[in-house]
T-cell receptor, first 118, second 112 residues
Framework: DAGVTQSPTHLIKTRGQQVTLRCSPK?????VSWYQQALGQGPQFIFQ???????QRGNFPDRFSGHQFPNYSSELNVNALLLGDSALYLC?????????????????FGPGTRLLVL | GQNIDQPTEMTATEGAIVQINCTYQ??????LFWYQQHAGEAPTFLSY????GLEEKGRFSSFLSRSKGYSYLLLKELQMKDSASYLC?????????????FGTGTRLKVLA
């Protein structure tokens, strides 16, 4: 059973460039969340995708956008890169649980993509 | 607003017991997760609490008091491999959406 996978593992870009990160969820999961983790900090929620739509969003500018495909995989796009965008980008997948237990689903994280902006 | 507080660092000895505290303030609470993260790796799930009380899972236990906005993770019989960051994450369901709010993490060093 494959867990959450992400690509690439490492990436170096320069200011102003654009980047696309990819994530494949754990088998059986339908929801993908993206996080940014700066060194020494906890993960910061960027957004979450379910049924190919952005369902929730954290406090990140519109430069951060995403997409979910019919096979539940997802992409994170960041435009006009800034030095401050250098971080570990984590993807987490989960299975959406409706009803009384909505919001209780456990998220499983991928290994992350380490982005360095020069 | 939302706020999660954890100690930045803790040190303990192999074989000992350590308790990592987490306090939180959220508009809408819908559960609390603990994750373990080794340096350079992804967070891995340890526990989930949504009701008050203690959840035990092997050497790890997690406690929640919703009225106090407080949780702790208890690690028993510490091993060297337990040296890692421990992240407290609260599910906030303000306005009917669910956001996972992480603390900055507690870096635990286990000494021989």
């Amino acid at each position: 059973d494959a867990g959450v996978t992400q690509s690439p593992t490492h990436l170096i870009k320069t200011r102003g460039q654009q980047v696309t990160l990819r994530c494949s969820p754990k088998s059986g999961h339908d929801t993908v969340s993206w996080y940014q983790q700066a060194l020494g900090q906890g993960p910061q929620f960027i957004f979450q995708y379910y049924e190919e739509e952005e369902r929730q969003r954290g406090n990140f500018p519109d430069r951060f956008s995403g997409h979910q495909f019919p096979n539940y995989s997802s992409e994170l796009n960041v435009n006009a890169l800034l030095l401050g965008d250098s971080a570990l980008y984590l993807c987490a997948s989960s299975l959406w649980v409706a009803g009384e237990r909505e919001g209780e689903e456990t998220q499983y994280f991928g290994p992350g993509t380490r982005l360095l902006v020069l | 607003g939302q706020n999660i507080d954890q100690p930045t660092e803790m040190t303990a000895t192999e074989g000992a017991i350590v308790q990592i505290n987490c306090t939180y303030q959220t508009s809408g609470f819908n559960g609390l997760f603990w994750y373990q993260q080794h340096a350079g790796e992804a967070p891995t799930f340890l526990s989930y609490n949504v009701l008050d009380g203690l959840e035990e899972k092997g050497r790890f236990s997690s406690f929640l008091s919703r009225s106090k906005g407080y949780s702790y993770l208890l690690l028993k019989e510490l091993q060297m491999k337990d040296s890692a960051s421990y992240l407290c994450a609260v599910v906030d369901d303000t306005s009917g959406t669910y956001k996972y709010i992480f603390g900055t993490g507690t870096r635990l060093k286990v000494l021989a």
